[in-house]
């Protein structure tokens, strides 16, 4: 039963009916959500301005709230968007938050600094399928599109990163977690102490990492993990 | 009913839009106030010049006129935007009377920079007063051998031990030698901590 406001009377039929095209509008109008972690501010406006253009609903999470937040919208098909150039210390949450969200196979777009292509390699290693330079930040971001996976063209420079793409396999729960503890600034002696594993698992899971994310030098290692640990000079 | 008149030199369009954003969102909240993005460069009628040096890679080579904008004397006009690994740019251009904006500051505000430049006083963000505190330490007080300073610019470029050893014409375990001394006067432990001082070290040089 349903009081009109402007006729000053009880319906009951159209009520039903005013709900079901409710339903109805929200099923077919609902706009794609979408979940923004940006620690800086001018990038945060220009991304949140871009996305707006494309009627996108978005929430902006913190990195406090980037577990529980994401967790909460494990039914809806939504898009998760992050900026890692200004993440600093909180690099390894917002990893570990995109690798729980493209568990649950929702789309990802991640804005990455200048750096070289290991990152990039990473991010897919993440399951990421949107990967944009964050200087061009706007122009990339206007052609995202979720049906279609894209790779800033910055990143695929190098011949052997653009070879070795489609190679990339996703990286397990353990690997990540070695990796992150790696770019801690840990050896193994110290993690297999701290997750109560042999040494040899940890190997063992550090050679699978890079495996996986066709890793081939030391060098490229190495500069993976200093950008992990979240280097970063403002502060 | 007061206008702002900016002048935007602004290359990068991501910068230009965060810009416009935060402007729009000042200019909600001040009914009373506006702003208007100006074409000519006018140094009578406008009352912020936006330069874009985030893709300048040294002070040298500058646009005449770019350069003649950071001699005129109310640097207050002016408006600097910076990325926060041109340490070296910022050192450089705190001397000079502009104001400086580093793009990927985590939090600042519009207001402050407009409210500034009407005061005629320069506006330096937070990141660039913490860069400039911190004067960068620069390995000039070690001293390397002209062999490690080969070796060290082999690193640098990301090459391994193996790498170098042929570039030079040296054995394994001269390099492995030299290494382990840069290693020694830099005070690092392992190839992590080696990355993450060199890094830093090319980052300063910017």
Redesign the interface.
């Known amino acids: 039963m349903y009081f009109d406001l402007q006729t000053k009377k009880f319906y009951m039929m159209e009520y039903i009916d005013f709900i079901n095209a409710l339903i109805s509008t929200c099923l077919t109008k609902n706009p794609p959500h979408l979940f923004l972690y940006e620690?800086?501010?001018?990038?945060?406006?220009?991304a949140?301005?871009?996305l707006h253009e494309k009627n996108y609903v978005i929430t902006d999470i913190g990195a406090e709230l980037l577990r529980t937040q994401i967790h909460t919208s494990k039914q809806d098909l939504s898009i998760f968007a992050a900026g890692l150039?200004?993440a600093g210390e909180d690099m390894s949450s917002v990893l570990q938050a995109i690798y729980s969200v493209s568990s649950l196979k929702n789309d990802i777009v991640v804005w990455l600094?200048?750096c070289?292509a290991v990152l990039m390699k990473f991010m897919l290693g993440l399951g990421v399928n949107h990967v944009l330079y964050?200087?061009?930040?706007?122009?990339e971001l206007k052609l995202f599109d979720p049906t279609l996976p894209f790779i800033s063209p910055y990143f695929l420079r190098e011949k052997s990163a653009a070879e070795s793409i489609r190679r990339i396999k996703k990286l397990s729960p353990a690997e990540l977690a070695t990796v992150l503890d790696?770019s801690r600034?840990l050896?193994v002696h110290a993690i297999s102490a701290f997750r109560q594993i042999s040494d040899k698992t940890v190997y063992t899971h550090r050679k699978n990492a890079m495996k996986n994310l066709k890793i081939e030098?030391?060098?490229?290692w190495?500069?993976l993990?200093?950008f992990l640990?979240g280097?970063?000079?403002?502060? | 009913m007061f206008t702002f008149n900016i002048v935007s030199r602004i290359k990068n369009p991501t910068w230009y839009i965060g810009l416009t954003e935060m402007l729009n969102t000042m200019m909600l909240g001040n009914p009373l106030w506006k702003y208007q993005w100006l074409n000519v460069c006018d140094v009578t009628h406008t009352h912020l010049i936006i330069l874009d040096f985030t893709d300048v890679q040294d002070n040298q080579n500058l646009p005449d006129q770019d350069a003649l904008l950071l001699s005129m004397q109310s640097g207050y006009q002016l408006l600097v935007l910076l990325k926060s690994n041109q340490q070296h740019m910022a050192h450089e251009l705190y001397a000079s009377a502009c104001s400086l904006l580093f793009v990927d500051e985590r939090q600042f505000h519009i207001r402050n920079i407009v409210e500034l430049s009407m005061k005629q006083r320069r506006y330096i963000s937070p990141g660039i007063e913490r860069c400039v505190a911190c004067a960068p330490v620069l390995p000039l007080q070690i001293s390397f051998t002209p062999a490690e300073k080969k070796i060290l610019e082999g690193l640098c470029r990301g090459m391994n031990g193996v790498e170098i050893s042929k570039m030079l014409f040296r054995s394994q375990k001269t390099i492995s030698t030299h290494k382990r001394r840069i290693m020694l006067k830099l005070g690092v432990k392992n190839d992590y901590e080696l990355a993450t001082k060199i890094d830093f070290f090319q980052a300063t040089k910017n």
């Open positions: 620690s800086r501010l001018l990038f945060r406006r220009a949140r301005r871009c150039g200004g600094p200048e070289s964050e200087d061009r930040l706007y122009t790696f600034g050896d030098s030391a060098t490229e190495f500069k993990l200093t640990k280097f970063d000079f403002t502060r």
